[in-house]
């Protein structure tokens, strides 16, 4: 297994582009989810997802969209970068029992720069 | 939702020392993970640890889920221990994981 998988690695973008964070597992999980790290905040949760088709806003989601047609991929969209979209961006998946108690597991991570 | 508190934000020890990492929770969890993110950026999965104690090699946690805390513990420690060390964990029925701020730990040579 692949796990999860991010593309691209590194991203250099200008105010005001739009792009699309890939994200992809091969473990047939069920819960998928974006964080975002900077500097001295830890990972911040963007949105989730509980399977196909359903998908929810976490603690700071603003200024990013997402989708779930899979159950192995969950892009992040974000449709005007702003400088403070700069950051690191983790995906992770757990299997999703309705109770919180699976581990999760995380994806390499994309470093995004916005000038 | 939780809080997750770290302590310390900083260590630096020098190598062959050992170690314990503190994350206490505002209320009780579900799951509990210990994660090690090192000088590359990736984040490793070392422990999910809900309850009681577990063991890796030179590596190993406690959770006290009814005193809501959980200590990482790292004995001999080496230049390759170095990074941040993050605690995690869910609450309810939640898949949400809320991350503390981390320990950055140094080891010297």
């Known amino acids: 297994n692949a796990g999860v998988t991010q593309t691209p690695k590194f991203q250099v973008l200008k105010t005001g582009q739009s792009m699309t964070l890939q994200c992809a597992q091969d473990m047939n999980h069920e819960y998928m989810s974006w964080y975002r790290q900077d500097p001295g905040m830890g990972l911040r949760l963007i949105h989730y997802s509980v399977g196909a088709g359903i998908t929810d806003q976490g603690e700071v989601p603003n200024g990013y969209n997402v989708s779930r047609s899979t159950t192995e991929d969950f892009p992040l969209r974000l449709l005007s970068a702003a400088p403070s979209q700069t950051s690191v961006y983790f995906c992770?998946?757990?299997?999703?029992?309705?109770?919180?108690?699976?581990?999760?597991?995380f994806g390499p991570g994309t470093r995004l720069t916005v000038l | 939702g939780i809080q997750v508190e770290q302590s310390p934000p900083d260590l630096i020890l020098q190598e062959g020392a050992n170690s314990t990492l503190r994350c206490n929770f505002s209320d009780s969890v579900n799951n509990l993970q210990w994660f090690h993110q090192n000088p590359w950026g990736q984040l490793i999965n070392l422990f999910y640890?809900?309850?009681g104690t577990k063991q890796n090699g030179r590596l190993s946690a406690t959770t006290v889920a009814t005193e809501r805390y959980s200590l990482l513990y790292i004995s001999s420690s080496q230049t390759t221990d170095s990074g941040v060390y993050f605690c995690a964990g869910t609450q309810g029925g939640s898949e949400k994981l809320v991350f503390g701020k981390g320990t950055k730990l140094t080891v010297n040579p």
């Open positions: 640890i809900p309850s």
């Open positions: 992770a998946s757990s299997p999703a029992d309705g109770q919180g108690k699976n581990e999760q597991f």
